[in-house]
């Protein structure tokens, strides 16, 4: 099993619709959860970033973790073409000194016009 | 712009050379990590660096893979003896803490023919 499983995709929803995003995990120790978003042949950008469990929210988007289940979710609003990116779930445990950020594979998101 | 930087982009080579990478990251962070990523999947950790120190490596790296940060500014990947299963997007990213918050340059991406 890896360390952090995420559904690839793609998928694609018209624009204005709301986006759900997920991963799950496995490591335990994992304290610090991230999303970035990586436009074609781009670096990833980080988009948001969530400390243990609980919800953050900013602009259109809304972060999720739940550390209970070892789930993460990202959710987008009124989503527009401009999302249109893979967006890339990534996590962190700082425990055994390790400073490794660990990513899914990414779902690729198209919102169609 | 004061971003972290790579440079090629871009480089093709034969099966059998040797090709190095740079990096240089925003000015201030002290942490500097070099990832790989290959067409639909998410960046794989290969090496960090703390200052000038690198502490942690994964088992990617083998032995025809070199990473050097000297005087802990700009970086060096060196991949020796190429083979055709090196071509990637190497991707180097910084950061000012321990906890994730990696911001990364736009890759250097390897083609070994």
């Known amino acids: 099993q890896k360390e952090v499983e995420q559904d690839p995709g793609p998928l694609s929803v018209p624009e204005g619709a709301i986006v759900s995003l997920n991963c799950t995990y496995s490591n335990s120790a994992f304290q610090y959860f991230m999303w970035y978003r990586q436009y074609s042949r781009k670096g990833p950008e980080l988009l948001m970033y969530t400390y243990s469990s609980g919800n953050k929210e900013d602009g259109r988007f809304t972060a999720q973790v739940d550390k209970s289940s070892k789930y993460i979710s990202l959710f987008i609003r009124d989503s527009q073409p401009s999302d249109s990116a893979t967006y890339l779930c990534a996590m962190i445990g700082l425990q055994g000194g390790s400073e490794k950020l660990v990513f899914g594979k990414g779902t690729k998101l198209t919102v169609n016009p | 712009d004061t971003g972290v930087s790579q440079d090629p982009r871009h480089k093709i080579t034969k099966r059998g050379q040797n090709v190095t990478f740079r990096c240089d990251p925003i000015?201030?962070?002290?942490?500097l990590y070099w990832y790989r990523q290959t067409l639909g999947q998410g960046p794989e950790f290969l090496t960090y660096f703390q200052n000038e120190a690198q502490l942690e490596k994964s088992r990617l790296l083998s032995d025809r893979f070199s990473a050097e940060r000297p005087k802990g500014s700009f970086s060096t990947l060196e991949i020796q003896r190429t083979e055709q299963g090196d071509s990637a997007m190497y991707l180097c990213?910084?950061?000012?803490?321990?906890?994730?918050?990696?911001?990364f340059g736009e890759g250097s991406r390897l083609t070994v023919l």
């Open positions: 990213a910084s950061s000012g803490n321990e906890t994730g918050e990696l911001f």
């Open positions: 000015s201030e962070h002290n942490r």
